[in-house]
């Protein structure tokens, strides 16, 4: 069992940076894949990025490429999510999720944090 708690979330301006972590429960956290999704009012929760068990592979969509990046320090039980040149499209609840292996669907994930909002104004 993971239980996952995500933090950082606020309002930000367009073209400004926000980071993400989410804290992880239990003793196994380094045996696990991470990734983030977000989820806009009306729209389905979309893939936004994922990391390895290791750290040594990342993966994101193609609509943050470039500027988000994922990270995680498995001594502190928690991964990251850079986010710069953040716009409004970006705007959205951002849940951090634990699977045995990567993935970049909602399905390939077994346990979820409750969200964290972010909000870019233009």
């Known amino acids: 069992q993971v239980q996952l708690v995500e933090s950082g979330g606020g309002l930000v301006q367009a073209g400004g940076s926000l980071r993400l972590s989410c804290a992880a429960s239990g003793r196994t956290f380094s045996s696990y894949a991470m990734g983030w999704f977000r989820q806009a009012p009306g729209k389905e929760r979309e893939f936004v990025a994922a990391i390895s068990w290791s750290g040594g592979s990342t993966y994101y969509a193609d609509s943050v490429k470039g500027r988000f990046t994922i990270s995680r320090d498995n001594a502190k039980n928690t991964v990251y999510l850079q986010m710069n040149s953040l716009k409004p499209e970006d705007t959205a609840v951002y849940y951090c999720?634990?699977?045995?292996?990567?993935?970049?669907?909602?399905?390939?994930?077994?346990?979820w944090g409750q969200g964290t909002q972010v909000t870019v104004s233009s």
């Open positions: 999720a634990a699977a045995h292996f990567v993935g970049s669907y909602t399905g390939d994930y077994d346990y």
